[in-house]
Nanobody, 128 residues
Framework: VQLPACGGGLVQARGSLRLSCQASGRTFSNGAVGWFRQAPGKERAFVAAIRWSGGSTPYADFVKGRFTISKDNAKNTVYLQMNNLKPEDTAVYLC??????????????????????WGQGTQLTVSS
């Protein structure tokens, strides 16, 4: 699965931005797409995830109430709407795909090791 992510850029604090990730080449309808982020000197962190078949969408605590993940199955695209951005949200945002026949359970979605394919990422910089 190829996952070019786009939509990053420079935004002021309290601003909004939407990232998108088009998953081309996916095989199974029960897979999922997750967003992760990595700031300089920090480990990769889970942000949010969504299954192609729908259901609950887990979020990291530090984005709850500010970020919303959504999908357009017809376009094989997943979006991450980010509102009320903070300087600490500055990072490279990566999308990743789980492309398997079994529906992934909630706990699997939050683990980077669960994902089969990764995109290059897109840089988000939030200025204060």
């Amino acid at each position: 699965v190829q996952l070019p992510a786009c939509g990053g850029g420079l935004v002021q604090a309290r601003g909004s931005l939407r990232l998108s990730c088009q998953a081309s080449g996916r095989t199974f309808s029960n897979g999922a797409v997750g967003w992760f982020r990595q700031a300089p000197g920090k480990e990769r962190a889970f942000v949010a995830a969504i299954r192609w078949s729908g259901g609950s969408t887990p979020y990291a605590d530090f984005v709850k109430g500010r970020f919303t993940i959504s999908k357009d199955n017809a376009k094989n695209t997943v979006y991450l709407q980010m509102n009320n951005l903070k300087p600490e949200d500055t990072a490279v945002y990566l999308c990743a795909a789980i492309d398997r026949s079994a529906r992934p359970i909630q706990s699997v979605l939050t683990l980077a090791a669960s994902y089969d394919s990764w995109g290059q990422g897109t840089q988000l910089t939030v200025s204060s």
